[in-house]
């Protein structure tokens, strides 16, 4: 009777719930408009895109990658910052694909790295406490970005308390505004959206109450399992259908209302939430989260008088900020695949392990088709499609 | 490092905020726990180190089973 957890989330892969599933979707779909779909979510795109779900949709339904990838919107005079710091001699911690991303003269930490800058890596903030700690005659600062599924990582251990030696860029955004300025966006027209899986385990679906309630358009937190996208989808087509849109909570195992209501008190106590620019986006109301007065002495930005982040500083021809918005799809940008590759990242898209262009180019999808209005992906070139889902 | 990505593990053992968490695949990691209040047996989200959320497993039956209801299917018997 008490089966494992492990044992239940292999039933999330199954393919006979998720054929079925596409029958109900297909189904309502046919009687519906074109569906916006936006998610806002890096391991949600890797999730769609892996297992090939956008070209097992109906034509109408379309499926958008919003900015869902922390390294995309950091913007890039905080990386500038970090360089300038590195080749001053300060030792410079951040996460592997945060130091792959170019600031605005398109040099990344790790191109100052060879450079002589002082950068290292680490897995978890963590491996920064430790490093400070068994250093104590050296100086670091650590670039941390991320949503507020990491920065509670990094509230709790500067209430814990901090080795004297290491400072923190806070360059954390905070998710939910970023869904309501979306949502608003008339540019986007986004009819619903699928809300982020690991971040609302923080906040909670309350967060984007309000949001909700200005904007009115489904909402439903999902999971990242292929069925939990499927079957979130469904949700929201059902909620269009009979025009009643609502916060619908598919991801139960992980998110509740409230989220995690001692994280939550550590970032409120540690950080204020003040307007902040995304990259390739736009200047989000109260989603920047900047260290508060009182923990000025761990504040890198006070300390080394660091400007605050701003900057998008895309090569020409570079269509970064439209992808990142979810406007246009990786194809539709000339670089895409001849100059900007996994290998050669131009934008950041291409450099973050959760950018769309990454994630794209690494299942090799090369070309898109668009039809009244709805571009989705050749078919031939989704490796995945084949597989599981359409034959189990 | 995957900023947005999370990913579940069993905990095998605590020791003070620190724990062992087995992610299958004779992968096991030292995880910090302290925000969450996790038994050694529980299933937690972890990330970049952390865990962030213990998986509710009741949870997880029970969205499987409303979605076998609502395809009138009979799974996972
Ligand atoms: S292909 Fe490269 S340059 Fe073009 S949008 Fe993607 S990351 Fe930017």
């Known amino acids: 009777m008490d089966q494992d957890l492990k044992q239940i989330l292999r039933h999330y892969r199954n393919p006979r719930l998720a054929r079925n599933i596409l029958e109900k979707i297909h189904e309502i779909a046919k009687d519906l408009q074109v569906v916006r779909i936006m998610h806002v979510c890096g391991t949600h795109e890797w999730t769609i895109t892996h297992w090939g779900i956008r070209t097992l949709l109906p034509e109408n339904i379309d499926v958008r990658a919003g900015p869902g990838c922390p390294v995309c919107i950091t913007p890039a005079s905080d990386i500038d910052s970090a360089i300038k710091l590195a080749l001053d001699g300060v030792n410079v911690l951040t996460y592997g694909d945060m130091s792959r991303a170019k600031g605005s003269r398109m040099i990344s930490l790790e191109d100052c790295g060879a450079r002589g800058g002082k950068v290292g890596i680490v897995y978890s903030f963590m491996d920064a406490v430790k490093l400070a700690r068994s250093n104590p005659n050296q100086e670091y600062v650590f670039l941390g970005a991320g949503f507020e599924t990491t920065a509670p990582i990094v509230a709790y251990s500067v209430l814990k308390g901090l080795p004297e030696n290491l400072k923190i860029i806070s360059s954390h955004r905070y998710v939910p505004p970023a869904v309501g300025l979306l949502a608003e966006s008339e540019d986007l027209a986004i009819d619903a959206f699928i809300n982020p899986g690991h971040a609302s385990t923080i906040s909670g679906m309350k967060a984007y109450k309000p949001y909700f309630d200005e904007v009115r358009k489904p909402m439903v937190f999902a999971g990242f399992e292929p069925l939990d996208v499927l079957l979130a989808i469904y949700m929201i087509l059902r909620q269009i259908r009979d025009r009643s849109p609502k916060m619908e909570n598919e991801y139960r195992r992980a998110v509740t209302w409230d989220g995690n209501v001692d994280a939550q008190k550590n970032l409120r106590e540690v950080f204020d939430f003040d307007d902040g620019y995304w990259r390739g986006v736009a200047i989000v109301p109260k989603s920047a989260m900047n260290f508060k007065e009182k923990f000025s002495k761990v504040d890198a930005r006070k300390i080394y008088g660091l400007a605050s982040g701003k900057g998008d500083h895309f090569p020409s021809n570079a269509r970064c900020a439209e992808v990142i918005k979810g406007l246009i799809d990786p194809p539709e940008c000339p670089l895409y695949m001849k100059r900007c590759t996994p290998a050669t990242p131009i934008g950041p898209t291409m450099v973050g392990v959760e950018g769309t262009c990454r994630i794209w180019a690494q299942h090799k999808i090369v070309g898109v088709k668009c039809r009244s209005g709805v571009c989705k992906i050749d078919s031939e070139s989704s490796p995945r499609t084949k597989g599981m889902l359409k034959e189990g | ?77």
């Open chain 2, 1 to 77: 490092m995957n900023l947005c990505y999370a990913i579940p593990g069993k905990v095998i053992e605590i020791d003070g905020e620190i724990g062992v968490v087995d992610f299958g695949n004779g992968v096991r990691r030292e995880v910090v726990l302290a925000m969450v209040s996790a038994k050694p047996g529980d299933y937690v989200l972890v990330h970049a180190g952390y865990a962030i959320k213990i998986l509710n497993e009741e949870e997880a039956k029970k969205t499987l089973e409303l979605y076998s209801r609502i395809l009138n299917l009979v799974e996972g018997r």
